[in-house]
């Protein structure tokens, strides 16, 4: 054949007749055949050959068998929740995809084997997804995406939620990418805190200082008082977000070195002295419906010293905040609210009533809001609470911050340390809120309250809304927490959700605005209780 | 009806149709759902009202919305709801815009049997002559005056190819070929001229080019140089050449003279291909009982449907007529029997690569042009080569090259286990047209 091929190339009529001569099947009989060319034989000998090539393939090389995937762990998911899942993975317009997923891990069932594909590819284009859909992804998932390239970030994500250190830990953590190296010691972490801190020590002098700051912030896990002349070796680091780091670790360890110099310097910033508690005081100020204050002294840093920068303390403030009030708040930050209720005998509601009147008020309320949050302290959660929304409720002119402290942040974090009655309360204040103003509160921080809401919320949530929509004021903020309910609403609220939202007669623009907003809330609430019942718990 | 809703989206007519008859594949937006023996209904609610109603004989679907695709999104979605969730359709009596359509699909159905039927009776009354060589009529000696002379010019231009050397070849344009394929098409050469319109694209397409243009070219001397001895062949095999180079059967005349087999036949795969906006479909076919293949060709333009729904993965009761040949695989429906149901017992087939490729040998021993053959392969593994390219692999080791770079699905649906492939051998590559895994059969895209 080949050299049929070579003739054909270079042409017959360079080469002559070499049908005969390339030992090409059928020549015989193409001989045999009267007044041809050299070109028509060299075609018809091709042709034959082509045919005796089909009627004989071989076979390619016998190889050994391949690697199977290892069993599944749970079993695969209802038809009906593999439909909408299908559906979602392919476009998901409502974003009730990570709450698909999550309920997919609580009940322990994983994605049918014809979704496998599409799942690697979501999590290859989607970070977020990733933690989520490792699990759902099973063994099969995890066992097929080690066989395409495109689709290794299972293996990082899975390194970081899976609670089995994989066999080859050491390796990978001495040869791996940083991503992986990271995730590896926070496995290690959870485990063996001491052979994690040890791997670190081993190679530490030759880390960058960003994944030094990277690789301490895994200490969050099993922290404990043996790492600490690790940490306070840290303390003295070159890099500035690993300093930080390291005296953050510490400050959160009660009996670090570090917690108590913080709390030394503290005491002498701050001081308190009760009133004295006469009868006739005590009866006036109730009547009066005050609560029992004293005075509160505030003595702010002259300079930065030496050791307190080494303890964490930035020298350089945030916009609007001078440095001494900066500094003064960075020690207070550092030392865990509950200190100053036994050191005065008080309650943080008088705290915190005290601190109301003071020059430096603010300050001090966001160096406690900050330790207390820190040290998920929930006694001081709701008074500060109150505090912060108390300044968010003023109207904007009046609002005097100090140093531009971040409200929502605050609140953010204050709501992520309250638990039952206190934040049941929370939600409750803001409701009533919401009767009454045209701005409510509960616009900006519906977002920040824990999902799915209590029932009562999602009964009076939509209430609100319904009268909120009977009226059909143009620009009604209102319309934007939607988007949050649709997501947030419970499962007892979704029959009331689900009612029909009959929009009254108005401008053409507002009830678009309105139409759009229920359409949204509708079909996001039918998906997700078509969720719910395809995917029983 | 017993669809899985991967089947009801072979039915979609394109990617966007399938994607937007999943989103209506929830009872939200229908009213009045309902089912009986015979159809499948319900209205939707889109910018207007839509009546969408469906025959569970054929899927054909209905819909009184505007798309001028077919199946539309909301026939899609309503079969889809029938396949996922049977219970949103409950039992009911049919309104009578379902009943009316029905009343219409009878009758019209009736007129065509009768219209069959008249034209195999004047065919049978007065024998059109059909093999050219004992009578010819006039259009038909017309036609093999006109044949002839476009195989004389083909002669000419493949010995001046081969005089000259195919290192020329690389550099030609599309339109070197394209021009000699459309003096062809004129010459009503058809078959011919697809296999010069194929053949534009080997040049530089692979290290071994010139080995697979020289074999096309020398298949199409065969056929050149065989078709001038047509006489000298057996009658089935001279079909086979007629048909090669363009010579096509009516309807009436395989009803006429192809043999006819009655079986359950099960659709094992498919496959749609579309050029210039003439979409064509291959469906191959398995009989439970008698084993044959069989080979449905259907065309459409641009998104017009294909006349007959066939759905991968059924069953449908009947009877093929095959197109006269020495290896008979191309057939057409001539009768049909209730509806299609889902394939459920375990479809028969080959256990090694080694029997695929005696099976090959033997069809090529009976008729030397054919071009594809359909096979089940049991116990077959699917594995990914680093280099991006993939093997089916059987029992015994032995393996075959894949067509296409993407198996991922079928990796994903096997786990790397052995299972039973349904595949189309082209000579060089296999396509996976459908795998079955526990009992479930899966389409596959083919590799692409």
Request: proline share 6%; hydrophobic share 45%; charged share 20%.
């Amino acid at each position: 054949m080949e050299r049929l091929i070579d003739a054909a190339l270079v042409g017959t009529a360079r080469t002559g007749d070499k049908v005969a001569a390339a030992g090409a099947p059928a020549t015989a009989l193409i001989a045999a055949l009267p007044e041809l060319t050299p070109a028509r034989k060299l075609l018809l000998a091709a042709g034959a050959q082509a045919v005796y090539a089909q009627a004989g393939h071989a076979a390619g090389a016998v190889i050994p068998a391949a690697d199977a995937a290892p069993a599944d762990e749970f079993a695969a998911c209802s038809t009906g929740a593999a439909h909408l899942l299908d559906q979602l993975l392919t476009r998901d317009e409502t974003g009730i995809l990570p709450e698909t997923l999550t309920r997919l891990r609580e009940a322990q069932l994983r994605l049918p084997h014809r979704l496998v594909v599409a799942a690697l590819e979501a999590g290859k284009r989607q970070t977020d997804l990733r933690p989520l859909l490792v699990p759902a992804l099973d063994q099969r998932g995890r066992w097929l995406a080690t066989k395409n390239p495109v689709w290794d970030w299972v293996t990082t994500a899975s390194a970081t939620i899976t609670e089995a250190l994989p066999d080859n830990a050491e390796i990978r953590w001495q040869e791996g990418a940083s991503p992986e190296r990271l995730a590896i010691l926070r496995q290690l972490r959870a485990h063996a805190p001491t052979k994690a801190r040890d791997w670190l020590a081993e190679s530490w002098k030759s880390e960058k200082a960003d994944f030094r700051a990277h690789a301490l912030a895994t200490f969050d896990a099993g922290l404990s008082l043996a790492d600490e002349p690790f940490l306070e070796a840290a303390l003295d680091d070159r890099g500035q977000a690993v300093r930080a780091e390291a005296a953050q670790l510490l400050t959160r360890q009660q009996g670090s070195a570090l917690s108590r110099r913080m709390r030394e310097r503290a005491d002498t910033l701050l001081a308190y002295t009760p009133h004295k508690r006469g009868l006739l005081r005590s009866l006036a100020q109730a009547l009066r419906g005050d609560a029992a204050r004293g005075d509160l002294t505030v003595c702010l840093p002259e300079d930065l010293a030496r050791d307190w920068q080494r303890d964490g303390v930035a020298p350089k403030p945030r916009a609007g905040l001078g440095e001494r009030a900066w500094w003064f708040m960075c020690v207070l930050s550092a030392v865990p609210p509950a200190h100053w209720t036994t050191r005065f005998t008080t309650t943080p509601a008088e705290l915190i009533g005290a601190a109301t009147h003071h020059e430096w008020g603010q300050v001090v309320i966001e160096g406690w809001s900050r330790a207390a949050i820190a040290t998920r302290d929930e006694a001081w959660a709701l008074p500060l609470w109150r505090y912060w929304l108390g300044g968010y409720l003023r109207p904007q002119q009046e609002r005097q911050q100090q140093g531009r402290v971040s409200l929502t942040e605050l609140l953010h974090g204050l709501i992520a340390i309250m638990q039952g009655e206190t934040i049941t309360l929370v939600g409750s204040d803001l409701l009533d809120d919401a009767t009454r103003t045209e701005q409510p509160l509960w616009i900006e921080i519906a977002p920040l309250l824990p999902t799915p809401w209590l029932p009562m919320w999602g009964q009076r949530y939509l209430e609100i809304s319904r009268a909120r929509l009977k009226s059909l004021r143009p620009h009604d903020p209102w319309v934007r927490t939607f988007d949050t309910a649709a997501h947030a609403l419970p499962v007892e609220a979704f029959p009331q959700a689900l009612q029909e939202w009959s929009i009254p007669e108005g401008q053409a623009w507002v009830t678009m605005e309105w139409r759009r907003a229920t359409d949204t809330l509708t079909k996001t609430v039918a998906l997700r209780q078509r969720l719910l019942k395809e995917i029983p718990r | 009806m017993e669809l899985t809703a991967e089947q009801v989206l072979t039915l979609a007519p394109d990617a966007g149709v399938a994607a937007s008859g999943k989103k209506l594949a929830s009872t939200r937006g229908w009213h009045g759902l309902g089912r009986d023996t015979e159809a499948i209904w319900g209205e939707f609610q889109g910018s207007a009202q839509y009546q969408v109603r469906a025959a569970l004989n054929d899927l054909t679907v209905r819909c009184s919305c505007p798309s001028r695709k077919f199946p539309c999104k909301h026939g899609v979605g309503l079969l889809l709801l029938a396949a996922t969730d049977p219970a949103a359709l409950p039992s009911a009596e049919a309104p009578e815009w379902v009943t009316s359509w029905l009343t219409r699909r009878a009758a019209n159905a009736e007129q065509r049997d009768v219209k069959t039927a008249a034209q195999q009776q004047t065919d049978s009354a007065e024998p059109v002559a059909t093999t050219q060589a004992v009578q010819p009529s006039k259009s038909a000696d017309r036609r093999l005056t006109r044949v002839y002379a476009g195989l004389d010019a083909l002669d000419l231009w493949l010995d001046d190819l081969i005089r000259n050397g195919l290192a020329q070849v690389a550099t030609q344009p599309i339109s070197f070929w394209e021009q000699q394929a459309a003096r062809l098409t004129d010459a009503q050469a058809t078959g011919i001229a697809g296999r010069l319109r194929r053949m534009a694209a080997l040049p530089n397409a692979s290290h071994d080019w010139p080995a697979r243009l020289l074999a096309e070219l020398g298949r199409v001397a065969l056929l050149t140089h065989s078709f001038r001895r047509i006489d000298e062949l057996d009658p089935a095999l001279r079909e086979d050449l007629r048909g090669a180079i363009g010579w096509t059967l009516t309807q009436q005349e395989v009803l006429a003279r192809g043999e006819q087999v009655e079986d359950n036949w099960q659709i094992l795969g498919q496959r749609v291909s579309s050029e210039d906006r003439l979409r064509s479909q291959r469906t191959w076919l398995l009989g439970s009982t008698t084993g044959r293949y069989g080979l449905i060709l259907q065309f459409a333009h641009g998104t017009r449907p294909f006349e007959i729904p066939l759905v991968p993965g059924t069953i449908i009761h009947g009877t093929l007529a095959f197109w006269p040949s020495s290896w008979p695989l191309r057939a057409i429906i001539a009768a049909q029997e209730g509806e299609p149901s889902r394939i459920r017992t375990e479809i028969t087939g080959l256990y090694s690569i080694a029997a695929l490729l005696a099976h090959v040998a033997d069809a090529t021993a009976q008729q030397p042009w054919l071009e594809r053959f359909p096979a089940v392969l049991k116990q077959i593994s699917f594995i990914p080569n680093t280099d991006g390219r993939w093997l089916l692999r059987d029992e015994q080791g032995a393996t075959l090259p894949l067509h296409g770079d993407d198996h991922w699905q079928a990796l994903a649906l096997s786990g790397g286990a052995p299972c039973d492939v349904i595949t189309e051998w082209d000579g060089m590559t296999l396509t996976p047209l459908a795998m079955i895994t526990a009992g479930n059969y899966s389409v596959l895209s083919g590799g692409y």
